[in-house]
């Protein structure tokens, strides 16, 4: 029964844009049904989950394919359903926000191909998510490849969006390359293609290592680790704002739940493993909030933000390998709650975010932090729910990234108290997560304060308007579950103890996040006493003002002719921390200099390129495609005797490489 409500669930999903065929190019009748196709089979979907997290045994089918090795294997244990629960809300969620967002009347060529491929990628998520095979794994996860490209390029006029696409379809093939290779060595090694049982596998065996790299490289590719983050960035800004709230909410933690996976097949896995994935955690976190910092496009912010969080969530989860190799269930508790956690709550509050960009891009046109200012007065709602998800993203009481931050960093101080100093090392990377949470609070001050306080900077900030209730309701849904797991964590223990139990089914069970010496009753307590304080405190404030109060610009010091440019903008009150962070930014500047006595005007332009897409990979592409374009004029020279002497060269290499692997 389980199982055939999951499934109707994602036959409704892949099918919910279909009736946009159906229905006129500016009808809003298609955008309807899809909306209303997808909502139902989220809503069924949640509740087929909710069931099996219920139900005494895991729910499981398993039907018959004619693909050789492969099997229609679905599985649905408390691993999946963290990451399910956010699928099917932050889909939901944007299916209703398209409506006012990206209207078919205004949008009838791109919105029928929208709404079809967002179907058809919440619908291979839950697929991803599922399967228990590696065949009908690698399908799903090629059509929810394929379905990224064509969301993040859906409006393809732009030459910078199509370059975002090739970028990602690039990235994201090579990381498919990875997984077959990996999938292969997994069916050798366990002798099938079905995934094997939990901590089943030795870790002593060869082909273990191998299988972690290719997964870490893999996996690592979807979730936007650093180094592996390039395609990142530019795909997030050039989506649609819905489109980017899927893919950073809930489509880049499949690489997480690819790497939670694979590591759990392992009984005990070598250390390094863990020290590997904390590190690159580590890098992640602190680079991506870096790169944040120095952005101007409040959606390429946003996105680098991501790649923060995975970092975040990549300390747990190194934390909880580190425990697993040594022993200590304690820290494999915390750490692999903390990430799981951690997976849920940025998929609601960075949706949220970029569902608020979106507001800001709908009522001015622009994705430019410079072009804001002043918004808070005619985007009041809008506004409210922004900084409801800058609070939660930067890890502060009483909303939900608090709590998982706050795992995370129990199970690093726990590591203090083992006699192995492998192990107590780790407790370093506590004021990295640190670190990581000061510099997120100090980017969202920015981007607040410059979009939404102040004076409009543009006309179009002036002329501003609220957005439609179609975009206001997905983004007060989503801070609604943000405060509700701030101030009531204990409601997600249970989801979280399932999971648990599911990565150490075989290894032995882990403890409980109740006796985890995790403080979920305080932590709940704190928050709704700092609630309530925040709640005296702002209708204090209200009732302070008066309606004949008139409403006045910023004091300017006396200054009589204050004009918008004199405000701070997101490059001045930045350049501090990007000048301190200089040496992994290198930041370009471009004019700003007086070299005159009597100056004449001048601009000043700041551009901080990506290390290692823009001076990296892109320069060694140039300098390969140089290497190629050489090679051809000279090799392909159009002589029949000059090929037929590469046939001879090459054959006989395959004849020598032949005879020495047979001896």
């Known amino acids: 029964m389980v199982m055939a409500a999951f499934i109707s669930a994602t036959l409704m999903l892949l099918g919910s844009g279909l009736p946009g065929f159906f229905c006129g190019r500016t009808s809003p009748r298609g955008e309807r049904l899809a909306a209303g196709f997808l909502i139902t089979g989220a809503l069924l979907g949640a509740g087929a989950v909710a069931a099996a997290?219920?139900?005494?045994?895991?729910?499981?089918?398993?039907?018959?394919?004619?693909?050789?090795?492969?099997?229609?294997?679905?599985?649905?244990?408390?691993?999946?359903?963290?990451?399910?629960?956010?699928?099917?809300?932050?889909?939901?969620?944007?299916?209703?926000?398209?409506?006012?967002?990206?209207?078919?009347?205004?949008?009838?060529?791109?919105?029928?191909?929208?709404?079809?491929?967002?179907?058809?990628?919440?619908?291979?998520?839950?697929?991803?998510?599922?399967?228990?095979?590696?065949?009908?794994?690698?399908?799903?996860?090629?059509?929810?490849?394929?379905?990224?490209?064509?969301?993040?390029?859906?409006?393809?006029?732009g030459l910078e969006i199509r370059r975002a696409g090739f970028i990602y379809l690039a990235c994201t093939h090579a990381g498919t390359l990875a997984l077959l290779a990996l999938f292969a060595l997994l069916g050798q090694f366990s002798g099938s293609f079905d995934f094997p049982p939990v901590g089943s596998l030795p870790d002593a065996a060869a082909p273990a290592t191998a299988i972690f790299l290719l997964a870490l490289f893999g996996f690592g590719l979807k979730a936007g680790l650093m180094p592996l983050h390039i395609w990142l960035p530019g795909a997030h800004a050039a989506a649609p704002s819905q489109v980017s709230a899927l893919l950073s909410g809930v489509m880049i933690k499949t690489g997480i739940y690819g790497l939670i996976r694979v590591t759990g097949f392992f009984d005990i896995p070598p250390i390094w493993w863990g020290w590997t994935i904390l590190a690159l955690g580590a890098i992640s976190g602190v680079m991506g909030v870096a790169f944040a910092i120095a952005q101007h496009d409040i959606k390429r912010l946003l996105a680098y933000h991501s790649v923060e969080n995975i970092g975040i969530i990549a300390l747990g989860l190194g934390t909880a390998l580190l425990g697993k190799s040594c022993g200590q269930p304690l820290l494999t508790t915390l750490g692999l709650a903390g990430a799981l956690l951690h997976v849920i709550n940025h998929g609601l509050f960075k949706s949220l975010l970029f569902l608020g960009a979106g507001s800001l891009i709908h009522a001015t046109g622009s994705r430019e932090i410079d072009h804001y200012g002043g918004l808070l007065q005619r985007q009041p709602l809008t506004g409210l729910c922004f900084l409801g998800g800058a609070v939660a993203i930067c890890g502060l009481p009483p909303l939900n990234g608090f709590v998982s931050e706050w795992f995370i960093y129990l199970g690093l101080f726990k590591s203090l108290g083992h006699d192995a100093p492998a192990l107590r090392l780790a407790v370093f990377a506590a004021p990295v997560l640190a670190l990581i949470g000061g510099l997120a609070l100090a980017c969202f001050v920015k981007v607040f304060g410059a979009a939404f306080l102040g004076s409009p900077r543009t006309p179009a900030a002036a002329s501003a308007h609220e957005a439609p209730a179609s975009m206001l309701l997905p983004m007060a849904v989503l801070l609604a579950c943000c405060a509700l797991i701030?101030?009531?964590?204990?409601?997600?223990?249970?989801?979280?103890?399932?999971?648990?139990?599911?990565?150490?089914?075989?290894?032995?069970?882990?403890?409980?996040?109740?006796?985890?010496?995790?403080?979920?009753?305080?932590?709940?307590?704190?928050?709704?006493?700092?609630?309530?304080?925040?709640?005296?405190?702002?209708?204090?404030?209200?009732?302070?003002?008066?309606?004949?109060?008139?409403?006045?610009?910023?004091?300017?010091?006396?200054?009589?002719?204050?004009?918008?440019?004199?405000?701070?903008?997101?490059?001045?009150?930045?350049?501090?921390?990007?000048?301190?962070?200089?040496?992994?930014?290198?930041?370009?500047?471009?004019?700003?200099?007086?070299?005159?006595?009597?100056a004449k005007p001048a601009e000043l332009a700041t551009h901080t390129p990506d290390t290692v897409l823009d001076r990296g990979v892109v320069p060694a592409c140039r300098f390969a495609i140089r290497i190629c374009t050489w090679l051809r004029a000279r090799v392909q020279n159009g002589h029949t005797g000059c090929y037929l002497l590469y046939v001879a060269l090459v054959l006989g290499a395959l004849l020598t490489l032949a005879t020495l692997l047979r001896g």
């Not at 889909?91 to 058809?120: C, D, E, H, K, M």
């Not at 930045?574 to 930014?585: D, K, P, Q, T």
């Open 53 to 157: 997290l219920l139900a005494p045994a895991t729910p499981a089918i398993q039907l018959p394919w004619p693909i050789p090795g492969g099997a229609f294997s679905l599985t649905i244990d408390g691993i999946s359903a963290c990451f399910l629960l956010p699928v099917y809300l932050v889909s939901a969620a944007g299916a209703v926000y398209t409506l006012g967002y990206w209207p078919q009347r205004s949008n009838p060529l791109s919105g029928i191909r929208l709404r079809f491929f967002y179907g058809w990628m919440a619908g291979a998520l839950t697929l991803v998510l599922t399967a228990s095979n590696g065949i009908l794994f690698l399908v799903s996860w090629e059509i929810m490849a394929l379905t990224g490209f064509f969301l993040i390029t859906t409006d393809d006029r």
């Open 486 to 598: 701030g101030l009531f964590p204990a409601a997600a223990v249970p989801l979280l103890d399932r999971a648990l139990a599911a990565w150490s089914a075989e290894t032995g069970p882990l403890p409980s996040l109740s006796t985890a010496v995790a403080p979920v009753a305080g932590i709940s307590g704190a928050a709704l006493a700092l609630a309530l304080l925040l709640g005296t405190l702002a209708l204090w404030i209200s009732r302070r003002k008066t309606t004949q109060t008139p409403h006045l610009p910023t004091w300017g010091c006396g200054y009589a002719f204050p004009a918008a440019r004199m405000q701070y903008t997101a490059s001045s009150f930045a350049e501090m921390l990007v000048g301190l962070l200089r040496w992994g930014l290198r930041p370009e500047r471009h004019g700003g200099r007086v070299e005159e006595l009597l």
